[in-house]
Structures are given as C-alpha cells and as structure tokens.
C-alpha cells in the first residue's frame, strides 16, 4: 500500500473531486438531519455533525486521491462498520431527494457512480 498525502479539502482548485465529493455528502446530511433530527439553526446535530467530519477525514485520506471511484464502486472499504452503516442510511434515504434539492450535485453524483 503506497502512502500519499493526504489532500487538504480547503483547497478546492487542487482537489476539485474530492471537494464536490464532500460537498454532495454534506447536503445529503443536512437534508437527511433537518428531516429526522431536527437540528434547528444549528445545521446538524452532534451526532451528524460528526458523521460529517468522519466523511471529510476519509475523503481526504483516500488512497486514490482525485482519481477515486465513487464509494460504492471503491474496492476499498474505508469506513468503520458502524459509520459505513449510518452513512447509508443517510444515503438512502438523502438519494432520490437530492435529485430535486440540488439537480447538479446529483446528475454529478451519478455520472461519476457510473464512470469506471
Ligand atoms: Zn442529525
């Protein structure tokens, strides 16, 4: 297993996959807690929250960096059982809603699911 850097999220013109990648996963969260957790104006509860930091941490430690595949498609399973569980939950429910909140986000989403 080769080591590279990892990526730094904040800095999106290097790392403009990884960065839509994350931003795809943070609105999927907030639409997935605003309707189950009622956060309020906080954004996310707790628990989100840190579901949301734990996904930005895999992201920017991902071995494939710009050229990984989605995470359905990844070989490479990089999330912990329990958060790879809360994580699809979040996705299959956030999924079919994201095509009508943020149209661009999703048709992206897809074609890179489909990519390969
Ligand atoms: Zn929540």
Do not use: I
Not at 9 to 16: D, N, T
Not at 66 to 73: D, M, Q, R
């Amino acid at each position: 297993m080769t080591t590279r850097q990892a990526a730094d999220l904040s800095r999106e013109a290097e790392f403009p996959r990884l960065c839509r990648e994350f931003k795809t996963v943070s609105a999927m969260l907030r639409m997935y807690c605003r309707a189950h957790h009622r956060p309020g104006s906080a954004g996310l509860c707790p628990a989100c929250a840190s579901l949301r930091d734990y996904a930005r941490r895999r992201l920017e430690c991902c071995r494939f960096g710009e050229s990984k595949p989605a995470c359905v498609n990844c070989a490479v399973h990089c999330y912990k059982p329990d958060m790879r569980e809360a994580m699809r939950r979040v996705m299959r429910w956030a999924g079919p809603r994201l095509l009508w909140r943020h149209p661009v986000l999703a048709v992206r989403h897809l074609v890179d699911e489909h990519r390969a």
